[in-house]
């Protein structure tokens, strides 16, 4: 089971839009509509930002969107923030034998 | 609060073995499937192993299966990994996670706890 692919690092300025691209398979991400995305801090735990594809668990701000298509799914942050820098992972259900797998991570930088 | 507090990490020499500990709070315990997800350090996220709710299915990364094994103990909301044969590449820190099933993602985390293979 190979890991997912993401960007080493992205970046942007205060208030753009940026976004974060994972991409799997057929077996994983293009398989099945469970894929998550979580923010890590330096340090921290990880926390669930997104769920099923796109959904936000409460608490996550608006500014925190997710889509897929095909094989590759996509985490959008608009109107970036100081706070959002930090490593951001997808993660996606993969089948019963190895359920899960992560993506690489990517960075976060906030210009 | 939901919380997750993990416990057992340290120092230990390759080919030792360890037991990692979860103490689980704030949920029904029970009625969740749970995981264990290590970060090795500067490296990124890998999922290890996860517990259906009553213990009887269990399923592992092909890097650990044979070597570590995920139990848990519902009547002491504790969720375990007991790991053997450690080498150098299993050197990271160990979250447990919570298994949201009808969201496909693991929510909270707990803070962590590192273990290092070293001589």
């Known amino acids: 089971q190979s890991a997912l692919t993401q960007p080493r690092s992205v970046s942007g300025s205060p208030g753009q839009s940026v976004t974060i691209s994972c991409t799997g398979t057929?077996?994983?991400?293009?398989?099945?509509?469970?894929v998550s995305w979580y923010r890590q801090h330096p340090g921290k735990a990880p926390k669930l930002m997104i769920y099923?594809?796109?959904e936000r668990p409460s608490g996550v701000p608006d500014r925190f969107s997710g889509s897929k298509s095909g094989n590759t799914a996509s985490l959008t942050i608009s109107g970036l923030q100081a706070e959002d820098e930090a490593d951001y992972y997808c993660?996606?259900?993969?089948?019963?034998?190895?359920?899960?797998?992560f993506g690489g991570g990517t960075k976060l930088t906030v210009l | 609060e939901v919380q997750l507090v993990e416990s057992g990490g340290g120092l230990v020499q390759p080919g030792g073995s360890l037991r990692l500990s979860c103490a689980a709070s704030?949920?029904?315990?029970?009625?969740?499937?749970m995981s264990w997800v290590r970060q090795a350090p500067g490296k990124g996220l890998e999922w290890v192993a996860n517990?259906?709710?009553?213990?009887?299915?269990?399923y592992y990364v092909d890097s650990v299966r044979g070597r570590f094994t995920i139990s848990r103990d519902n009547a002491e909301n504790s969720l375990y990994l007991q790991m053997k044969s450690l080498g150098a590449d299993d050197t990271a820190v160990y979250y447990c996670?919570?298994?949201?099933?009808?969201?496909?993602?693991?929510?909270?985390w707990g803070q962590g706890t590192l273990v290092t293979v070293s001589s």
């Open positions: 099923r594809v796109s």
């Open positions: 993660c996606s259900y993969a089948g019963s034998y190895i359920p899960w797998v």
């Open positions: 057929s077996s994983d991400v293009g398989g099945y509509n469970l």
């Open positions: 704030g949920f029904m315990f029970s009625t969740y499937w």
């Open positions: 996670a919570r298994d949201v099933g009808d969201r496909g993602a693991f929510d909270p």
């Open positions: 517990i259906k709710e009553d213990g009887s299915e269990k």
